[in-house]
């Protein structure tokens, strides 16, 4: 089909469409899995980008009712309405130990302030591994669709007997097209990794910052 008339991102994208569906079973099995792997690590990134701007904003609220409230009880009951707040799931964690009377003596708070910490960051952490996968895995995936087209093309050429553009282009296509799409599932997924994990260093530290102005009150006894 000729291209002529048409705006240049038309073009472009109608010549790559075309290069898709020549490719071989191998490439679009290959360049269906970076699809997959490319969808997956998106929705990751932006639920994780939407979780911690809804994060960041209930924590300034509840740190501030936090710096008011004097009963633990009280504060602990308003905690449930920041679900998104790692400070406010820390104090309702340590009022159901206290509670409980899992958490006897101030000794074990430490610990177990330390603990809820872990989780929490455990919880941010989830599905990390996806992202860090597709980074490392998508660009090999891609370089193997790369190698079975040039390894196809060589081989029409020798069952031919004809180095033609004609002979080796649909060999060509499936390498150009797979390493195109294996960098392309791999570039976001490192970015929103990196990105991701600054973020919730940072979150890390200021929660960790949190833990210690709250033992300090349980520990004076501040609270009703």
């Known amino acids: 089909m000729g291209f002529a008339g048409l705006p240049v991102f038309l073009q472009v994208a109608e010549s790559f469409t075309e290069l898709i ?19 997956v690590s998106w929705t990751i990134m932006v639920e994780k980008i939407r979780y911690f701007k809804r994060s960041k904003k209930q924590s300034a609220d509840f740190i501030e009712l936090f710096e008011k409230e004097t009963s633990l ?3 602990a009951d308003k905690a449930t309405g920041f679900p ?4 406010a799931s820390m104090v309702i964690m340590v009022k159901g130990e206290i509670d409980s009377g899992e958490l006897r003596d101030m000794e074990h708070l430490d610990g177990f302030l330390d603990s809820a910490m872990d989780a929490i960051v455990a919880e941010w952490e989830s599905y990390l591994i996806f992202l860090s996968t597709t980074a490392t895995v998508a660009p ?3 370089l193997l669709g790369t190698v079975w087209g040039i390894m196809s093309s060589f081989l029409s050429m020798g069952a031919r007997g004809s180095a ?13 097209i797979t390493t195109v799409f294996g960098l392309g599932a ?3 997924a490192v970015i ?6 600054r973020v919730i260093r940072r979150r890390e530290e200021k929660v960790g910052l949190f833990a210690v102005r709250f033992r300090t009150r349980l520990l004076e006894k501040r609270y009703s």
């Open 21 to 39: 569906a020549g490719s071989g079973m191998l490439a679009k099995a290959i360049l269906v899995l970076l699809l997959v792997l490319s969808v």
């Open 84 to 87: 998104d707040s790692p400070e």
């Open 186 to 188: 791999a570039i976001p």
């Open 164 to 176: 033609s553009l004609y002979v080796v282009a649909p060999g060509i296509a499936d390498a150009l």
């Open 192 to 197: 929103g990794y990196n990105y991701i994990v």
């Open 73 to 75: 009880s009280s504060l």
């Open 140 to 142: 090999f995936l891609g």
